[in-house]
C-alpha cells in the first residue's frame, strides 16, 4: 500500500491535494506546500487515521488510473480514450476567445453552465490574488469570474485540496482540472457518493505536464525579469492564440515571449518525473475534455503562429455531449465536426503518449521501481503504433536516468 512519503519519495505525487481533501476537515492530518523543487506536495502535519491512508491508497492519481470499462458510454479508441463525438469549437463571445488560450471553447462551456443556472458555480485554477504569478484554487459563479481564469496557467496546482469540505456544502459546482485531477475525483467518486451528486460535470484540458515554479522563475528571468516582485500581472499564454508568455512590470513596462519559446524551450525542460510517466494526458475520465486544435501546414506539422483560437472539443459521456449540444444550441459555443483522424495532426505528441509511457514503464518495471498502477488504458495498442526505434529509445532513456544520480523530481 502507498502512503504519501512513498508516494512523493518515488516520485509518483502529481501534487493534486486530494490526499489532503479528504482527510479530516477539523484536524487535517495532511496539507498542501511547495517543495524545495518548486512543486505542490503534501505534508503530514497530524494524524491520519487508517481509513484515510487506505482511501489515499485507492485513489490517489498518482499511483492509481483505473477504467471501468462496464461503465464506458462512448466508443473507446486506444489512442483518443472513450469519445462520443468530437468537434472543434470556439466561444462566440470574441473577447473570451480573444482572451483564452484556445478559442474559449471550455470557458464557452463554463459560461453556458453559469448563466443557464445548472450549476451553483466553476471551481477551477487561476491566478492567484497575492501573486501574479501563483496558481490559487478558484470559485466562478459570473461572466468576470469565467473570464479572469480562462487561459492557461502552466506551473503546479492542487485543486483537489479542499474537496472534502466542499462536498460538504448543499451547492451543486463544475470540477475544471488537469486530467489527473479528473481521474483522481472520478476514483473518489467511486467511494464517495457526494460526488456525484453535488460535481454533475467534471471537465478538462489536455495535458503535456505541469513545470514547476522554478520554470516560471527561469522563463521570467530569460525575459529579462530579474526581481519577481517587481512583476504586477503574468500570463503565460492567450489574449491572442496561442498568446505570447507575457509579464507587466509595475513600471508600466513589460516583457514577453512567444509560446513556442516559452513553452516549447524553457517551461516543459522542469517537468514534475510524474507527468513523464503519465500514460492520461488526454483526460479520459472527463465527461469533456479540451484542447488546442492546432491549424497544420501542407505536411501535416501543427503551426503556431497566431490566428483565431480554436479547441479540440470530445465528449466522453452522455452528459457531457448533451452539455455540448445545449451550450451550441444557446448559442455560446460555435462548433463543427471534426475526424479523430484529423486530431492526430493536430495533436501529435498526445496520440503517441501511451506508446511513449509504456516503454519508460517497462524500464522502471525492469528496476523493480515504483509505478503508477494503470488498468484498462489499452497501453499496449499505443505501444504497438509508437514504433520498436523509438520506443527503445524512451526505454533506455528511462533505463539511464534511473541508474543516474538524476532522481525524480519530488
Known amino acids: 500500500m502507498f502512503d504519501i512519503e512513498q508516494i512523493k519519495a518515488s516520485g509518483l505525487c502529481s501534487g493534486c491535494g486530494l490526499c489532503a481533501g479528504i482527510g479530516n476537515q477539523d484536524q487535517p492530518g495532511i496539507e498542501m506546500g511547495l517543495s524545495e523543487q518548486g512543486y505542490r506536495r503534501p505534508k503530514r502535519i497530524g ?99 469565467v473570464m479572469l481564469a480562462a487561459g492557461s496557467r502552466y506551473a503546479p496546482s492542487s485543486p483537489l ?123 479520459e475520465f472527463a465527461d469533456i475534455v479540451c484542447a488546442d486544435g492546432w491549424y497544420c501546414d501542407a505536411d501535416g506539422n501543427p503551426m503556431f503562429d497566431e490566428n483565431h483560437g480554436r479547441s479540440i472539443v470530445l465528449t466522453r459521456t452522455n452528459r457531457g455531449e448533451a452539455l455540448v449540444a445545449r451550450a451550441i444550441k444557446a448559442g455560446k459555443l460555435v462548433a463543427e465536426p471534426v475526424e479523430l483522424e484529423e486530431i492526430i495532426k493536430m495533436q501529435p505528441y498526445q496520440s503517441l503518449r501511451k506508446g511513449l509511457v509504456f516503454f519508460r514503464l517497462a524500464a522502471l518495471a525492469l528496476l523493480r521501481k515504483p509505478r503508477p498502477r494503470y488498468e484498462k488504458l489499452e497501453m499496449l495498442s499505443g505501444a504497438r503504433a509508437f514504433g520498436v526505434v523509438a520506443g527503445l529509445r524512451n526505454f533506455f532513456g528511462m533505463l539511464r536516468r534511473s541508474l543516474s544520480d538524476r532522481g525524480p523530481a519530488k
Open 47 to 145: 494524524d491520519v487515521s487508517a481509513d484515510h491512508a487506505r482511501k489515499i491508497d485507492q485513489v490517489c492519481p498518482g499511483v492509481n488510473i483505473r477504467h471501468e470499462p462496464e461503465s464506458f458510454e462512448a466508443t473507446y479508441s486506444p489512442t483518443w480514450g472513450p469519445v462520443i463525438k468530437a468537434r472543434l469549437g470556439w466561444s462566440s463571445d470574441e473577447a473570451l476567445r480573444y482572451k483564452a488560450s484556445s478559442g474559449g471553447g471550455l470557458s464557452a462551456i463554463l459560461l453556458h453552465l453559469i448563466e443557464s443556472g445548472e450549476i451553483d458555480y466553476v471551481l477551477q485554477t487561476s491566478v492567484a490574488a497575492d501573486s501574479p504569478i501563483r496558481n490559487a484554487i478558484t470559485v466562478s459563479s459570473d461572466r468576470e469570474g
Open 161 to 283: 485540496e479542499d474537496i472534502g469540505s466542499r462536498l460538504d456544502e448543499p451547492r451543486r459546482f463544475a470540477f475544471v482540472g488537469k486530467p489527473c485531477d479528473v481521474a483522481g475525483l472520478r476514483q473518489l467518486a467511486r467511494h464517495d457518493p457526494r460526488v456525484d451528486e453535488k460535481v454533475p460535470f467534471m471537465i478538462s484540458f489536455m495535458c503535456a505536464g505541469v513545470p514547476s515554479y522554478s520554470g516560471t522563475s527561469d522563463l521570467l528571468e530569460q525575459m529579462g525579469v530579474s526581481d519577481e516582485s517587481e512583476v504586477e500581472a503574468f500570463r503565460y499564454r492567450g489574449e491572442g492564440w496561442p498568446g505570447n508568455a507575457t509579464a507587466k512590470m509595475k513600471d508600466g513596462s513589460t516583457r514577453s515571449m512567444d509560446y513556442d519559446t516559452s513553452w516549447g524551450r524553457i517551461l516543459n525542460r522542469h517537468l514534475q518525473f510524474r507527468c513523464k510517466i503519465c500514460a492520461d494526458g488526454i483526460g
